[in-house]
């Protein structure tokens, strides 16, 4: 499928760029295009284009505002010395998307258009992609229901859309560790729910506790696992690791409650790579809390596209405080590895990254 391209007839001034990527932040400015697919049913996926950012208009009735049938991705594209410009897995992401497309009962889209559509925005609006260090351009692939239909049913319109937002440190300014709060209030996921699906409502439901968190001055929310009091299962956009001081790795397992993240995979294959043992299994609280004190925890650290790799500080539960284990070696080193592949300064031994122009 080609995309026509429609270029804005105003775009941001080459000034007013500058400002921007001179301090981008995190997705508060969006580059002059974005690239859009329908779908209706009977005739799929048509209308392949990139047309001028700007408003959306909606039907008031739009599924999507009554009933939430939207998915969305999270991916980077960085800036390489060779002057191009690359992204990380991608078809990593348009898989992800695709079951989040399945669970939500939504039309799938192929692989090869996923990043077709990268490309075409990419493509244009190349201009907009930082080269500071971490900086990088944060793409945002989402989908979600047009049809203006009140019955509760899958909807039969939908549209895909892509903006892209340069990026800087997801948490503001230099890297250290932030600060968690413990959730005992809110559950984010239950088996059989949409826990592994990258779905708005997930999020949406993740808002009062992250409200919490910040009225404690934390960061970010950790999610127990609902279930198994005391498991840990993720932070409201980031998956979570502990490092052990005779050298392991330990992540939750994904049991479908959690979402399977790209940087955790990554992270585990570039442990493995040093020749790291990884544990994916069911981590307790209290298991965090002992190994801390007794010194068996030595790091702890959340990864995402977002925050890439984040040391994890003290962790608030209620009354009690889990001391912080500070920004540790692993956290650091898997951190420039993997930073360093993405930014095309360390060799991609895993062909991990994708030309996008
Ligand atoms: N967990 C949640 C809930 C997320 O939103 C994200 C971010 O996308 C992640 C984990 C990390 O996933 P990834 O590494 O693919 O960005
Ligand atoms: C990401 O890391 O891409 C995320 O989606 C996390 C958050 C910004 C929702």
């Given at each position: 499928?080609?995309?026509?391209?429609?270029?804005?007839?105003?775009?941001?001034?080459?000034?007013?760029?500058?400002?921007?990527?001179?301090?981008?932040?995190?997705?508060?400015?969006?580059?002059?295009?974005?690239?859009?697919?329908?779908?209706?049913?009977?005739?799929?996926?048509?209308?392949?284009?990139?047309?001028?950012?700007?408003?959306?208009?909606?039907?008031?009735?739009?599924?999507?505002?009554?009933?939430?049938?939207?998915?969305?991705?999270?991916?980077?594209?960085?800036?390489?010395?060779?002057?191009?410009?690359?992204?990380?897995?991608?078809?990593?992401?348009?898989?992800?998307?695709?079951?989040?497309?399945?669970?939500?009962?939504?039309?799938?889209?192929?692989?090869?258009?996923?990043?077709?559509?990268?490309?075409?925005?990419?493509?244009?609006?190349?201009?907009?992609?930082?080269?500071?260090?971490?900086?990088?351009?944060?793409?945002?692939?989402?989908?979600?229901?047009?049809?203006?239909?009140?019955?509760?049913?899958?909807?039969?319109?939908?549209?895909?859309?892509?903006?892209?937002?340069?990026?800087?440190?997801?948490?503001?300014?230099?890297?250290?560790?932030?600060?968690?709060?413990v959730t005992r209030d809110f559950t984010r996921a239950?088996?059989?729910?949409?826990?592994?699906?990258?779905?708005?409502?997930?999020?949406?439901a993740s808002l009062a506790a992250q409200a919490q968190a910040?009225?404690?001055?934390?960061?970010?929310v950790?999610f127990l696992?609902p279930?198994?009091?005391?498991?840990?299962?993720?932070?409201g956009?980031?998956?979570?690791?502990?490092?052990?001081?005779?050298?392991?790795?330990?992540?939750?397992?994904?049991?479908?409650?959690?979402?399977?993240?790209?940087?955790?995979?990554?992270?585990?294959?570039?442990?493995?790579?040093?020749?790291?043992?990884?544990?994916?299994?069911?981590?307790?609280?209290?298991?965090?809390?002992?190994?801390?004190?007794?010194?068996?925890?030595?790091?702890?650290?959340?990864?995402?596209?977002?925050?890439?790799?984040?040391?994890?500080?003290?962790?608030?539960?209620?009354?009690?405080?889990?001391?912080?284990?500070?920004?540790?070696?692993?956290?650091?080193?898997?951190?420039?590895?993997?930073?360093?592949?993405?930014?095309?300064?360390?060799?991609?031994?895993?062909?991990?990254?994708?030309?996008?122009?």
């Open positions: 499928m080609t995309f026509d391209v429609t270029s804005h007839p105003e775009p941001t001034t080459e000034a007013r760029r500058q400002q921007i990527l001179a301090d981008p932040g995190f997705g508060t400015n969006f580059t002059d295009h974005t690239a859009v697919i329908d779908w209706t049913q009977g005739a799929g996926w048509h209308g392949a284009r990139v047309e001028p950012y700007g408003p959306i208009t909606l039907d008031p009735a739009a599924a999507v505002l009554h009933y939430a049938q939207e998915i969305f991705e999270g991916m980077k594209a960085y800036r390489h010395a060779n002057g191009g410009v690359h992204t990380f897995r991608p078809r990593e992401n348009a898989r992800r998307m695709n079951r989040s497309a399945r669970r939500m009962a939504m039309p799938q889209l192929d692989e090869e258009l996923f990043v077709q559509s990268l490309e075409a925005l990419v493509g244009i609006d190349a201009d907009w992609v930082p080269s500071g260090e971490g900086e990088a351009l944060y793409l945002r692939p989402f989908m979600f229901s047009t049809e203006a239909f009140l019955g509760v049913r899958p909807a039969r319109e939908f549209t895909y859309r892509v903006i892209a937002s340069p990026a800087g440190n997801y948490f503001g300014g230099e890297l250290k560790p932030v600060r968690i709060w239950a088996p059989g729910g949409t826990g592994d699906a990258k779905t708005g409502g997930n999020y949406a910040t009225e404690k001055g934390c960061d970010q950790l696992d279930l198994h009091d005391n498991a840990i299962e993720e932070l956009g980031m998956n979570v690791f502990l490092v052990t001081a005779d050298g392991r790795l330990i992540t939750p397992e994904l049991t479908g409650t959690i979402l399977e993240g790209i940087t955790r995979d990554s992270v585990i294959q570039l442990a493995r790579d040093r020749g790291l043992q990884v544990e994916e299994r069911r981590v307790t609280l209290d298991e965090w809390d002992r190994g801390v004190q007794d010194g068996t925890v030595t790091e702890v650290f959340a990864c995402g596209t977002a925050a890439v790799i984040t040391p994890i500080g003290e962790l608030l539960d209620g009354d009690r405080t889990i001391a912080s284990t500070g920004t540790g070696e692993v956290t650091q080193s898997i951190r420039a590895e993997l930073l360093g592949i993405q930014t095309g300064t360390v060799a991609d031994r895993h062909g991990w990254m994708h030309r996008l122009v």
